[in-house]
T-cell receptor, first 116, second 117 residues
Framework: DAMVIQNPRYQVTQFGKPVTLSCSQT?????MYWYQQKSSQAPKLLFH???????NEADTPDNFQSRRPNTSFCFLDIRSPGLGDAAMYLC???????????????FGPGTRLLVL | AQKITQTQPGMFVQEKEAVTLDCTYD???????LFWYKQPSSGEMIFLIY??????QNATEGRYSLNFQKARKSANLVISASQLGDSAMYFC??????????????FGTGTRLQVTL
């Protein structure tokens, strides 16, 4: 089945130690998104890739970076994690070849990040 | 102003009963799409149903239907014949007109549904 895969499902890191979360997809979608979701809150968009073009949200801290080496993979790098970065990180994909308003985002299972 | 409002932080429903989760939205754009997602405790956001602003009929997907009242700007999710597996967080989201490289979703704060025996 076509899907969005995130690894690892759980990640523990130390305060200030760089960490990378990965996302892959077999849907061949051209747009990939990274969201941060804290407990009992709505997901917050950090950035997205439209093909190879990177689009950062205005309020995303510089501590968060992303890479998309090819269509299938996208990485979220947190350069110096703080305690406030502990959250669920969700990757999503969509295809812009569908009717624009109907363009649906499909999410991966998420990575829960714990910062010690 | 909030664009998506979900006023029910938590809801209970008995198994096999129907339940309505409320969602109101605010937009001045005539073209928009409305989505509902389910998020179980495992964390994955699962797409449930979509309603377009120009759709004449309410969307239905199996046990899920969307009660779309455009004039009232509401898009309530109706789950019929609730099952224990429906216990989850439910998010309403809206996409407004395409203005950039990819149209984005605005999420509500969610409603936690608990299905009881």
């Amino acid at each position: 089945d076509a899907m969005v895969i995130q690894n690892p499902r759980y990640q523990v890191t130390q305060f200030g130690k760089p960490v990378t979360l990965s996302c892959s997809q077999t849907l061949n979608h051209n747009v990939m998104y990274w969201y941060q979701q804290k407990s009992s809150q709505a997901p917050k968009l950090l950035f997205h890739y439209y093909d190879k073009d990177f689009n950062n949200e205005a309020d995303t801290p510089d501590n968060f970076q992303s890479r998309r080496p090819n269509t299938s993979f996208c990485f979220l790098d947190i350069r110096s994690p703080g305690l406030g970065d502990a959250a669920m990180y969700l990757c999503a994909t969509s295809a812009t070849d569908t009717t624009i308003l109907r363009e649906t985002q499909y999410f991966g299972p998420g990575t829960r990040l714990l910062v010690l | 102003a909030q664009k998506i409002t979900q006023t029910q932080p938590g809801m209970f429903v008995q198994e096999k009963e129907a339940v309505t989760l409320d969602c109101t939205y605010d937009t001045s754009d005539p073209s928009y799409g409305l989505f509902w997602y389910k998020q179980p405790s495992s964390g994955e956001m699962i797409f449930l149903i979509y309603q377009g602003s120009y759709d004449q009929q309410n969307a239905t997907e199996g046990r899920y239907s969307l009660n779309f009242q455009k004039a009232r700007k509401s898009a309530n999710l109706v789950i019929s014949a609730s099952q224990l597996g429906d216990s989850a967080m439910y998010f309403c989201a809206m996409r407004e007109a395409y203005t950039g490289t990819a149209s984005k979703l605005t999420f509500g704060t969610g409603t936690r549904l608990q299905v009881t025996l």
